[in-house]
């Protein structure tokens, strides 16, 4: 069975390599940052699904069940009104901007130390946020395939990056684009056949499926206890800022959205994947319902993390040994369209944003050189994060993610906030300090509310943080 998964890996990047290569064989940094302005809405909605949901919500989303049933669903409720805020208010804007980066708009309000902070900030999140999607994935895969053929996890991780290189290496934002439609394809088959492989185990045809989930006590979506981390409001105000700052207030993102014709064009794209957030994850959650019946079915320990539950329940056999081969494949598919897409955004933020590439006084062929040499550099950065993740280890992963995100993407919120909704300018030098004390702050509140408020922070902490960038960016503005 290992080799027939090996075989059908292979099979898959070569059919990915053979998609990339459509995209052209140019090698410019109009093609890489900005796919030259014509990709069609659809191929980036549908690639975005791929991107956005990832492997972590792969594995992660049915494990959540067991502890918060299905109340992430008041959090994918407030996807729906975030990506709307980003459709409607942040795309005319760097539509108008004509923006690569999305931090020139920071520039251009602020001035460069501006600028520099957002993109620095975008850079951390992204490369920490990417890299632990990507720790999970190759986790997975190195107990399932690397391991039993004694491959060591750096090599497991390894390798799967080289092979990203190779396809973005040349084309970037313009070859992904069609690569994401292919793995977004793969991921949500592989979602499908799981849940029907755990459907048969169970005996259940579509009416029971359906009957075995809506009957579960796992499939509870809504809590009003304000005291839970799971409360309604919590979780839906914070899918909303969540949406805002994850993906209007980031690089990689919002990369595939500027490259659409039009900002109507861009507009109906973020509306289109942003509906289908529901159902996808309504998918998952349904898998993780009936993940847990095949284990009381079969006899099998629950696993204590989440994480786990998907994993054990396939390494058990109990659903056929021949789901191995779609899991895996979906489980690359997903770590490559997250991984890939994170590597060309920090490549062209990294570019555009710090080394201002753009503005220099040089050739084509030397700028193209130039970013290839980020670009292998970002690579490198990103098989260390992942190795450190490895010797740390973690809870679960999207947890961590969203943990992550209430701290780092705080003062993107806050300074976005500010330039927008005021005309106040603060001063040049505050900007860094400010974005800085942010993510301190927010960690103090963190470790003090639950000792003195009795109150524990859920991912609610990030409004919290953009506010504090907000009140700390108005004390130190003047009139401008």
């Keep these: 069975m290992i080799l027939q998964v090996l075989a059908a890996m292979a099979a898959y990047f070569l059919l990915l390599l053979f998609v ?132 060591p996890f750096p090599l497991t991780v390894l390798v799967p990056l080289l092979l990203i290189w190779c396809y973005t290496r040349r084309n970037g934002i313009a070859a992904l684009v069609r690569t994401d439609v292919l793995q977004t394809a793969c991921l949500l088959l592989s979602a499908a056949i799981l849940l029907w492989a755990a459907a048969d185990v169970l005996g259940l045809d579509l009416q029971g499926t359906i009957t075995t989930i809506r009957r579960s006590p796992l499939s509870r979506v809504w809590e009003w206890d304000a005291q839970s981390p799971q409360a309604f409001w919590r979780q839906f105000l914070s899918g909303v800022f969540i949406v805002i700052v994850m993906t209007g207030l980031d690089q990689d993102m919002m990369q595939k959205n500027l490259t659409c014709r039009s900002l109507g064009e861009a507009q109906r794209d973020m509306c289109t994947y942003g509906l289908c957030f529901v159902p996808v994850n309504l998918l998952l959650l349904g898998l993780g319902v009936l993940l847990h019946s095949v284990c009381m079915a079969k006899g099998l320990a629950i696993p204590s993390r989440g994480d786990e539950l998907l994993p054990t329940v396939i390494a058990s056999g109990v659903l056929g040994t021949w789901v191995t081969i779609p899991f895996s494949i979906g489980l690359i598919a997903a770590a490559f369209s997250s991984a ?62 969203y943990r992550l995100a209430s701290y780092t993407y705080a003062p993107l919120l806050g300074l976005y906030a500010f330039g927008i909704l005021t005309r106040r300018r603060p001063a040049d030098r505050a900007i860094p300090y400010v974005a800085l004390a942010t993510p301190a702050l927010c960690a103090a509140l963190d470790y003090l509310a639950p000792q003195y408020l009795n109150y524990h922070f859920g991912y609610e902490l990030l409004m919290v943080g953009g506010a504090l960038t907000f009140l700390g960016l108005w004390a130190t503005s003047f009139r401008g």
């Excluded at 302005?37 to 972590?56: D, E, L, Q, T």
């Excluded at 933020?349 to 050189?369: G, H, I, P």
């Excluded at 040499?373 to 961590?400: M, N």
């Design 20 to 151: 990339s290569r459509r995209s052209g064989s140019t090698n410019n940094n109009d093609t890489f940052f900005r796919a030259g302005h014509s990709s069609h809405w659809g191929m980036v909605a549908f690639g975005m699904i791929g991107a956005s949901i990832s492997g972590v919500s792969l594995v992660s989303v049915p494990g959540w069940v067991g502890t918060t049933g299905m109340t992430y669903l008041q959090m994918c409720f407030g996807f729906i009104l975030g990506y709307a805020a980003v459709a409607f208010l942040l795309l005319p804007l760097y539509y108008r901007l004509r923006l690569t980066s999305i931090y020139g708009y920071l520039g251009q309000r602020f001035g460069q130390r501006a600028h520099r902070t957002g993109s620095l900030f975008f850079i951390i999140s992204k490369l920490t946020g990417a890299a632990a999607r990507m720790y999970l994935a190759c986790l997975v895969l190195h107990e399932f395939v690397a391991r039993p053929l004694g491959i």
């Design 340 to 401: 890939d897409s994170a590597l060309t955004s920090l490549t062209t933020s990294v570019c555009v944003d710090l080394l201002q590439l753009e503005r220099k006084e040089t050739n084509e062929a030397q700028q193209s050189r130039q970013r290839s040499l980020v670009h292998i550099c970002i690579v490198a950065l990103f098989l260390a994060c992942i190795l450190v993740f490895y010797e740390v280890g973690s809870g679960s992963v999207i947890d961590l993610i």
